[in-house]
């Protein structure tokens, strides 16, 4: 028998989890593009596109989702956006193979996110040789990754 007691987090999500505040986007806006590492950085300085610099102050384990507003400095609006990075492009043949794939991914402790039709997850060597053993379809691309990044692992 499965117990569920003691849990260290929720097993369904709780309204008002720690995410960013969201704000309503008047006037100008900036797009600040952030890796998936950056997105859980939340405090720190950063420049945006326009040279102006932000300092974030955010609770801790908040993560900045693509549309965040990080702050408005004389009516502009500076929102969060995915930055393109490297990525592993899985394209499953079947769903018996998606699903191989997913759990072999999983079993690195990396995300394995659906976008568009194909399967993305961080490149690295390891995931390189991941997928060439399973002999899955893939190719390297840049891409906006909306996953957590690889060493981000909730036990």
């Known amino acids: 028998m ?10 369904l999500p709780i309204a008002g989890a ?9 006037g100008p806006q900036v797009e600040v593009p952030l890796t998936a590492v950056d997105r859980r950085r939340v405090r720190r300085r950063l420049h945006a596109p326009d040279g102006a610099e932000l300092q974030l102050a955010f609770p801790t384990g908040t ?15 500076y929102v ?13 043949r079947t769903l018996a193979e998606a699903a191989h794939t997913a759990h072999a991914v999983g079993n690195l402790h ?4 659906e976008d568009a039709g194909a399967f993305l997850t961080p490149w690295d060597a390891p995931i390189e ?20 990044p690889s060493w981000e692992h909730e036990g």
Do not use: C, M, N, Y
Not at 18 to 26: C, G, H, N, T, V
Not at 137 to 146: G, M, N
């Open 80 to 92: 969060v956006s995915a930055a393109p990075e490297d990525v592993a492009v899985v394209v499953p």
């Open 63 to 77: 993560v900045l989702s693509p549309g965040t507003v990080l702050g408005t400095r004389g009516g502009v609006s």
């Open 110 to 113: 990396r995300d394995f996110v």
């Open 129 to 148: 040789l991941l997928l060439t053993r399973l002999g899955v379809p893939f190719t390297r691309e840049t891409r906006p990754f909306h996953g957590r």
């Open 2 to 11: 499965t117990r569920l007691t003691g849990l260290r987090r929720p097993l």
């Open 18 to 26: 720690k995410q960013a505040p969201e704000q309503a986007i008047d």
